[in-house]
């Protein structure tokens, strides 16, 4: 038995059996990231030490019988989530001596609950991307094709559980940051409802639209982690006092009392790979085969929704990024001759061009004369999408479309072709405007041995229904044993 | 040109970035590539119709007024670039 090739689930009942200790399991994830990660670079910051110490207290505590599922079970956090003590970059050289003096609400939870916590994990730069690229420090590999973007801008984190480089890691969704590049990597992402999990500690990109969530090798993996991370946090004003559901558990037997609606417009839009087409029509066949009922709905304005996006996102991005400055903490410029020159130096040394371009981008639609015009339109247009959703969900329970357009294409394709990349996102970011959930579960593979993923969406804070069709789904294709060749 | 080499360096002023001449023609270009597929929404007609700030609206989340436990101001000042006797130094703004 290969310990770090183990589902959460699977290692929570060795543990609790005590087949196997959590030292050992960290041990074999530490052995695995030494082995593998030269080749994929999903890590930014390896933390062995503090891991194993981790390791212990969750052993003792294993024998105390005080343990939670996630107790003993190594993680990675991507690294725009704050970890007291432990350097969190937001792959950014702005950021990239800071130490936070505190945790983040989930990484508070997540210690509370037990877990391990072996690193943090590669992004694009403070989550601005599709392809984790756009890191100041290094690019990471698909692992299913080291020529290949693993998507982003959690790239690191889904590289690294597809690797078995962590058994489950935490990532963030803005714009489809987290169910995309599961979809590239093969495994299992969802983001949550917005307010469902506490922003408190993640380091901020569009706050409207960011989310924290969990990726994982199963569904039932993520169920675990998201019960974890989930619920009120009085230090995030806009998280929601809804009560979590016990999302582990979920699961019944078919899908005969649910309702599955497939939006007309999907199949003809823009850039969908034939092959991505061809894999979403088999996952809704065995959808329907489970007993759900699928019907067309219709989603009216889903084709201004990237445009919205990137003028709502660079805006909101652009007023949060104001806050470094080269004063408080990261990067400062070292010889300015002034108090401006010193903002100014620090910005344009400290940030990447990705993000210079969104500050630009959101500066510019933001500035005197260009607000209504941009903003207010954009804005206008969000309460469009999210009627679209509200109008769908009267008559299905879930929505499925394809997650990402294409299967993860060759590193270097988008890099100058800003646009291009943006269009991606094409079938993730309505759920962002909106504010619904969405979980990326695989669905099949392309020609060429690549990940392809079958994206559900449901109502405000109902993740249930998503982990309940998401596990039988899974559970009826049964894909989820095959690992990349590395 | 969507945006002019101008406007790319007055809203680089207005954010405090300092950008190389290369910069500004990679961007203003680049930019107004997307300005031009943004310019799509004005197809939407949007009369009357509110804007949304927050997909999910909560109004006045409270919490109680108590003293808590907060950063002191050693760990505040932890990863400043520069302070001095428990302030943050700056360069001369004047």
Not at chain 1, 245 to 263: K, R
Not at chain 1, 404 to 415: F, K, Q, S, V
Request: charged share 20%.
């Amino acid at each position: 038995m290969k310990l770090h090739e183990l589902t959460i689930e699977q290692a929570c009942g060795l543990l609790n059996n005590k087949e196997i200790s959590s030292v050992e399991l960290t041990r074999a994830v530490l052995a695995r990231i030494e082995a593998v990660d030269g080749k994929i670079d999903a890590y930014l910051t390896v933390d062995a030490d503090g891991a194993l110490v981790q390791a212990q207290a969750a052993d003792h505590r294993l024998s105390t019988g005080e343990a939670t599922p996630l107790t003993g079970i190594p993680l990675g956090i991507k690294d725009l989530m704050c970890t007291r003590g432990l350097r969190t970059t937001c792959a950014s050289k702005i950021l990239e001596d800071f130490v936070p003096p505190y945790d983040a609400t989930v990484i508070t939870r997540l210690k509370n609950a037990g877990a391990v916590i072996v690193g943090k994990l590669n992004m694009d730069e403070f989550a601005m991307g599709s392809t984790t690229e756009h890191s100041a420090f290094q690019v990471t590999r698909n692992p299913w094709h080291l020529d290949r973007i693993p998507g982003g801008s959690s790239g690191g984190s889904a590289a690294a559980v597809a690797a078995d480089m962590c058994l489950g890691a935490l990532g963030s969704d803005t714009g489809g940051s987290i169910r995309q590049p599961a979809s590239h990597c093969g495994v299992v992402g969802i983001k949550p409802t917005y307010g469902r999990v506490s922003r408190f500690g993640l380091v901020a990109f569009a706050s409207s639209l960011d989310q924290i969530g969990p990726l994982g090798k199963t569904v039932a993996d993520t169920a675990i982690m998201l019960e974890a991370i989930a619920g009120h946090d009085p230090n995030d004003s806009t998280s929601v006092p809804e009560p979590v559901p016990n999302f582990s558990a979920i699961s019944g037997d078919g899908l005969a009392d649910v309702v599955v609606g497939i939006p007309k417009t999907y199949s003809s839009a823009r850039g969908l790979d034939p092959q991505v087409g061809a894999a979403v029509e088999r996952a809704v066949k065995t959808i329907e085969s489970l007993g759900a009922r699928c019907i067309d709905i219709s989603l009216p304005h889903s084709d201004h929704a990237v445009a919205a996006y990137y003028v709502i996102a660079p805006c909101e991005a652009s007023s949060n990024l104001a806050r470094y400055d080269g004063v408080k903490y990261g990067f400062r410029d070292k010889a300015p001759t002034d108090l401006l020159q010193m903002y100014r130096r620090t910005r344009s040394q400290g940030f990447g061009s990705e993000v210079q371009r969104r500050i630009i981008l959101g500066t510019y639609a933001l500035s005197a004369g260009y607000y209504d015009a941009y903003y207010g339109k954009a804005s206008q247009i969000r309460t469009l999408i999210k009627n679209d959703f509200q109008n769908a969900f009267a008559s299905c329970d879930v929505i499925v479309s394809p997650v990402a357009p294409t299967p993860a294409y060759p590193i270097g394709e988008t890099i100058d072709d800003p646009l291009t990349m943006y269009l991606s996102d094409i079938f993730t970011l309505s759920a962002n405007l909106a504010g619904i959930p969405g979980i990326s579960v695989p669905c099949g593979f392309s020609d060429d041995g690549l990940p392809i993923g079958l994206q559900i969406m449901g109502r405000h804070f109902n993740e249930a229904m998503l982990f309940k069709v998401a596990r039988q789904f899974e559970r009826a294709i049964a894909i989820k044993h095959k690992k990349p060749p590395l | 040109m969507k945006i002019t080499k101008e406007e790319v360096l007055h809203v680089a002023h207005l954010a405090r970035l300092d950008i190389d001449d290369a910069d500004i023609d990679r961007f203003s270009g680049q930019i107004g590539t997307i300005l031009d597929y943004v310019d799509t929404l004005r197809q939407v007609d949007t009369t009357g119709i509110a804007a949304t700030s927050h997909a999910v609206n909560l109004t006045n989340a409270f919490r109680e007024d108590r003293v808590q436990d907060h950063l002191g101001q050693e760990a505040s000042l932890a990863n400043a670039p520069e302070k001095d006797d428990g302030t943050f130094v700056v360069p001369k703004v004047l």
